[in-house]
């Protein structure tokens, strides 16, 4: 399974960005989506996941600001980031489930100027 991230850039604080991950097989065989973040020296943490099923699931620490959705049609996973923060300045990372394994896009750099 090969992952497609995109849509990241330079954005002011207060502003909205929404970032896409395409997948190369229908996304109605994955078991589940999600989109990470990881800022260098530090963890990759996970902020929202959204199940086959459409049930999605978002970190508290980014909850009211992100919204995870899914386009079968496109095979495409979405995270609307909005309200964005200086903090907020990462690598994101869309990952996906499928057949027990972990498979995970690239990247895209989201820059958050204060």
């Known amino acids: 399974v090969q992952l497609q991230a995109s849509g990241g850039g330079l954005v002011q604080a207060g502003g909205s960005l929404r970032l896409s991950c395409t997948a190369s097989?229908?996304?109605?065989?994955?078991?589940?989506m999600a989109w990470y973040r990881q800022v260098p020296g530090k963890h990759r943490e996970v902020l929202a996941r959204?199940?086959?099923?459409?049930?999605?699931t978002v970190d508290e620490s980014v909850k009211g600001r992100v919204t995870i959705s899914r386009d079968g049609a496109q095979n495409t996973v979405s995270l609307q980031m909005s309200d964005l923060r200086f903090e907020d300045t990462a690598v994101y990372f869309c990952?996906?489930?499928?057949?027990?394994?972990?498979?995970w896009g690239q990247g895209t750099l989201v820059t958050v100027s204060s």
């Open positions: 097989i229908s996304i109605s065989n994955l078991v589940s």
């Open positions: 990952q996906a489930y499928y057949e027990s394994k972990s498979f």
């Open positions: 959204i199940r086959n099923d459409g049930y999605d």
